[in-house]
T-cell receptor, first 114, second 115 residues
């Protein structure tokens, strides 16, 4: 079955500290992988995506993610977190043949301590 | 470039009623997808429309339906509302449903409360 797992429901980090949000996927086809961020009352904003090629992808707002096929993981990282990064983060997987459909993880809520 | 516009942003209905939500995609985008977001089930795919045709469908009952117009604007309808239909309904547009660019652009959602 196709699925995305984000093991951490809540994460709290101090401002200026590094961040890693975990994501594991199970998908039969060649996956397209995404990280989205959602602020309260808002829609989803794409942070970055991986289709193929270099397994380390850079996104907006200083985020990066690394695709590890052997571990079925696509973890999101940021070297130094800002208070404005507090939000909910979603990992998602899609496929070329599954138009319009992304399978999302349950999300990780990030709290940033001053 | 204007983003994805969803209307209404908030609405309250009672059980048994029906509701229609509207989505205007980004200009030039031909694909519109709909998602339901709830605290318990998370984000779940409802359906995708491309060039006025439903091209992909999630696992929701027939009470959930949609359509797309020639200008790519889309509507979704939920009939015979149930309490469990209370959710944030998100619309996403893309050039081709993500098959090529892989990127969906989301609107801010329509928050439906069923009493």
């Amino acid at each position: 079955a196709q699925s995305v797992t984000q093991p951490d429901i809540h994460i709290t980090v101090s401002e200026g500290a590094s961040l890693e949000l975990r994501c594991n996927y199970s998908y039969g086809a060649t996956p397209y992988l995404f990280w989205y961020v959602q602020s309260p009352g808002q829609g989803l904003q794409l942070l970055l995506k991986y289709f193929s090629g270099d397994t380390l992808v850079q996104g907006i707002k200083g985020f990066e993610a690394e695709f590890k096929r052997s571990q079925s993981s696509f973890n999101l990282r940021k070297p130094s977190v800002h208070w404005s990064d507090a939000a909910e983060y979603f990992c998602a997987v899609g496929a070329l043949s599954n138009t319009g459909k992304l399978i999302f993880g349950q999300g990780t809520t990030l709290q940033v301590k001053p | 470039k204007a983003g994805v516009t969803q209307t209404p942003r908030y609405l309250i209905k009672t059980r048994g009623q029906q509701v229609t939500l509207s989505c205007s995609p980004i200009s030039g985008h031909r694909s519109v997808s709909w998602y339901q977001q709830t605290p318990g089930q998370g984000l779940q795919f409802l359906f995708e429309y491309f060039s006025e045709t439903q091209r992909n469908k999630g696992n929701f009952p027939g009470r959930f339906s949609g359509r797309q117009f020639s200008n790519s604007r889309s509507e979704m309808n939920v009939s015979t509302l149930e309490l469990g239909d209370s959710a944030l309904y998100l619309c996403a547009s893309s050039l081709d449903g993500g098959a090529g660019t892989g990127e969906l652009f989301f609107g801010e959602g329509s928050r439906l409360t069923v009493l």
